[in-house]
């Protein structure tokens, strides 16, 4: 069993659309949590990460967290074509500058 | 313009041959990190260093080596020892001053091997 579990999609949704994706992981030593965008052929680029469990708001986007579940979520709101991307979750101990476990991404399509 | 950059976008080699993959950053951070990225995979670490003349293992370190002779640079050699060397690679940087050590990503180098 991977420690970070995420559905590869793809995921196909109309413009406007809330987007909701999910990652769920095994190790609840896990403190920090983390969304990358990675658009196609590019490194990936940090959206947002929360500390533990709660939400986090930036925009558009929501991070939640739900340490007692294992499972965070990233909610997109007002999907635009240019959130087309693969969506990856990232995790880490606290203190551990080497060590980010990813999921394997999810790849989201916003249609017009 | 500060980031990393990754040469040569796309690299072709022969089975059996030694190839070095690039990595620089002028961010000015200590750590540098290579990623494998497979299909279905995600993102595997390969070696990182925090300091100059330092390195760890990563998951997959087998087949691979790196060197850290200055700050900015951490290239990635992946050996004929290697498995399976076609794969995405990204080099990846982040500063050590606080949690939770925000990693930025190179644009990355597709290496296929035939």
């Known amino acids: 069993q991977k420690e970070v579990e995420q559905d590869p999609g793809p995921l196909s949704v109309p413009e406007g659309a809330i987007v909701s994706l999910n990652c769920t992981y095994s190790?609840?030593?896990?403190?920090?949590f983390m969304w990358y965008r990675q658009y196609s052929r590019k490194g990936p680029e940090l959206l947002m990460y929360?500390?533990?469990?709660g939400n986090k708001e930036d925009g558009r986007f929501t991070a939640q967290v739900d340490k007692s579940s294992k499972y965070i979520s990233l909610f997109i709101r007002d999907s635009q074509p240019s959130d087309s991307a693969t969506y990856l979750c990232?995790?880490?101990?606290?203190?551990?500058?080497?060590?980010?476990?990813f999921g394997t991404g999810t790849r989201l399509q916003v249609t017009l | 313009d500060g980031g990393i950059t990754q040469s040569p976008k796309y690299l072709f080699r022969k089975e059996g041959q030694n190839v070095t993959l690039s990595c620089e950053q002028n961010?000015?951070?200590?750590?540098m990190y290579w990623y494998r990225q497979d299909p279905g995979q995600g993102l595997r670490l390969i070696y990182y260093?925090?300091?100059?003349?330092?390195?760890q293992k990563g998951d997959i370190a087998e087949g691979y080596s790196v060197s850290r002779e200055k700050k900015e640079s951490f290239p990635l050699t992946v050996t004929s020892a290697q498995k399976n060397p076609t794969a995405f690679y990204l080099c990846?940087?982040?500063?050590?001053?606080?949690?939770?050590?925000?990693?930025?990503f190179g644009p990355g180098t597709r290496l296929t091997v035939t």
């Open positions: 990846a940087s982040s500063s050590l001053d606080s949690d939770p050590y925000e990693q930025y």
């Open positions: 190790n609840s030593a896990f403190q920090y």
């Open positions: 929360t500390y533990s469990s």
């Open positions: 990232a995790m880490s101990l606290t203190g551990t500058a080497s060590k980010l476990t």
């Open positions: 961010l000015n951070h200590d750590a």
């Open positions: 260093s925090q300091i100059v003349n330092d390195f």
